[in-house]
T-cell receptor, first 111, second 112 residues
Framework: NAGVTQTPKFRILKIGQSMTLQCTQD?????MYWYRQDPGMGLKLIYY???????DKGEVPNGYNVSRSTTEDFPLRLELAAPSQTSVYFC??????????FGDGTRLSIL | QKEVEQDPGPLSVPEGAIVSLNCTYS??????FMWYRQYSRKGPELLMY????GNKEDGRFTAQVDKSSKYISLFIRDSQPSDSATYLC????????????FGTGTRLTVIP
């Protein structure tokens, strides 16, 4: 089973560029999440979605946007990349009960 | 004050030792408690998932929750080099699709 798949695994951006981090899950989970993980800071919730067409802000949403057009996909977009967005980004999903399952992350550097 | 506090370590133990990892929290509304293991350059992998106070055992791993003290623990018996990873505690107010609050993680190294 693929579970939660994130692409790309690594990316380097220049300041001001934009990009989309992809996340897809094959478990038919309604709930999906985006986190960022910075050294010594733990995981912080950026955005989450409770189903197709429904998204909401987490703890650190500024500088990011999301969409949820299908159950399977939950892309995260950076419109104007800034050095403060250098981080490791994780996508997760869960059903109506049970814990969250994570992808292997996207390492993003902004120079 | 952070909602979840976790000693970042690092923690180094010899192979075969018993490892104790701990987290404290401040919000008494937390009901569901998790431990994730994260290998280098990988995503968090669920190890233990418990509800309310008490113990849960799974193989070499035991999770303990003491809600009266707002304290959770993960014990690893007969530790192996393959246990070397970062361990994250997480908790939520409700089960299932609910926002998680994470500790910062404890980095563990088991020395052969």
């Amino acid at each position: 089973n693929a579970g939660v798949t994130q692409t790309p695994k690594f990316r380097i951006l220049k300041i001001g560029q934009s990009m989309t981090l992809q996340c897809t899950q094959d478990m038919n989970h309604n709930y999906m999440y985006w986190y960022r993980q910075d050294p010594g800071m733990g995981l912080k919730l950026i955005y989450y979605s409770v189903g197709a067409g429904i998204t909401d802000k987490g703890e650190v949403p500024n500088g990011y946007n999301v969409s949820r057009s299908t159950t399977e996909d939950f892309p995260l977009r950076l419109e104007l990349a800034a050095p403060s967005q250098t981080s490791v980004y994780f996508c997760a999903s869960t059903g109506s009960s049970g814990p969250q399952h994570f992808g292997d992350g996207t390492r993003l550097s902004i120079l | 004050q952070k909602e979840v506090e976790q000693d970042p370590g690092p923690l180094s133990v010899p192979e075969g030792a018993i490892v104790s990892l701990n987290c404290t929290y401040s919000n008494s509304a937390f009901q569901y408690f998790m431990w994730y293991r994260q290998y280098s350059r990988k995503g968090p992998e669920l190890l233990m998932y418990t509800y309310s106070s008490g113990n849960k055992e799974d193989g070499r791993f035991t999770a303990q929750v003491d809600k009266s003290s707002k304290y959770i623990s993960l014990f690893i018996r007969d530790s192996q080099p393959s246990d070397s990873a970062t361990y994250l505690c997480a908790m939520s107010k409700r089960g299932g699709a609910n926002n998680l609050f994470f500790g910062t993680g404890t980095r563990l190294t088991v020395i052969p």
